[in-house]
């Protein structure tokens, strides 16, 4: 690993730590021009990071000493970049256009998603427009999507930013294997109008099983055995076992499409159901624009290692090991919850490919909630707290087409200016004193009302949100997250680290079943065991 790189980019950051953000727009004239750029019907600006003229240049060599484009076309190329499961990590493939030819490790793939294209449109029409129908021969009006991690956020995501305010078919999410969240999605619901999509790559999710099963009780008590299956759909790259439990019709993909990476499969078949191909074709031509832009423009002027490198010098740096993501937009909620899986599942590593301890912070705690809300809850922190937490704001113009939304975006705005600016004490001091309040009063409260600013943050703006400009933003974050990726020189693709979970979950489970806690068990766990079993 290029570790002159490292070190020249730790002691730039080192040497310009104390250096204002504001200052160095005049120190730097064209700062703002080569820190913001358009990609994809997305605008972004990276001027208010941290770094000066040279930490970004530092940076830069940084990507290209970590061969950040040789790197891009292995991803591109169908290589197998997913070493440690020896895959290939082609979802780029899935959102190309027509007549592209993707090859993962040597084996074409572009007929085969042409197909599985065409197969998710065509039963996303008939149920649509209600030709097919469930086993009493009524229409589906609602959809009952079940899934976990990348089978259930990407989805959730797309139908919270697109979905009609009164959709003609309701899509409903299940993922937590608490029974509530299955209750309250079945409230209100008919089985006789409600398809089941199962969504599940391995189809051995525990979550996912356990609430497929729960769906099929509930419908096998209302409908006639015959028929039944025509509610029961699988999305999987398991589609035996999509068969074998029940499933009467399965959409398949492959394993190079990774779980969190998966929303431009037919994992997002209800998605498609709800809102209509061309949405959907929509979604997919935003990100296929995004992908183009990474894959052709240079890195000083690339959307994604731009944000990437932001990244990289605040976590390793400058040693500010959280980032926050605000969308100003109801519709992009669930962005935060996205990027959580995208980026922590990635690269919530410490290893390097080789093995080898990687040695330094990669992934940041990522966390958020949309603006305005969580201005009035955790933003008091980013504001005068003492750790630095770089902020990143999502901006959309409007979602209605007209200027109504300005209230949203004002605020995403003033929030970037207020961490850049800051308020003096001084200044504090003399506001309190303008306003009337007697000196003693003015000396006691002015250092609270103080704002060290200098704190970072990113915006990325849109004039609308689409299914085009989600599909790019979306891209653009997996990009992001890969090229950081590479720059830690970790496997971005595989997520070993929720295993020792899953397997201790099953031994509690035993011991559940046996109605005791096992010897075995540290005398916390038994502890709490015990208690939960009385
Ligand atoms: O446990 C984590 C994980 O493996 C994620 O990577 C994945 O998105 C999720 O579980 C669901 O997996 P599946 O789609 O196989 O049910």
Redesign the pocket.
Known sequence: MPHAAWTELEAVARRDADARILDQFAADPDRLTRLSLDAAGLHLDLSKQSWTRSGFETALELARAADVEGRRAALFDGEAVNATEGRAVLHPALRAPEGADFHALGEAVSAEVATVRSQMRDYAHAVRSSIETGATGRPFKAVVHI???????GPRLIWDALRPLEPAIDIRFVANIDPRDMAEALTGLDPETTLVVV???????Q??LANAEAAKAWLAAALPAEGMERHFIGV??APERAAAFGCGRTFAFRDWV???Y?LWSA?SLSCVIGLGWEAFQGFLDGAAALDRHFLEAPLARNAPVLMALAQIYNVDGLHRPARTVAPYAHGLRRLPAFLQ?LEM?SNGKRVRRDGSPVGRQTCPVVFGEPGTNGQHAFFQQIHQGPQVVPAEFVIVASTDGTTSESPLWANALAQGQALMQGKTEAQAHAELIASGAPDAEAEVLAPHKTFPGNRPSTAILMERLTPQTLGALIALYEHKTFVEGVIWDINSFD?WG??LG?VLARAVLTDVAAGAPSPALDPSTAALLDRLLK
């Open positions: 899934g976990i991690g990348g089978s259930d956020l969504v599940s790559k391995t189809f051995t999710t979550e996912t999987t790259a990774g779980g969190r998966s994992v899986q599942e997520q929720v295993e899953k």
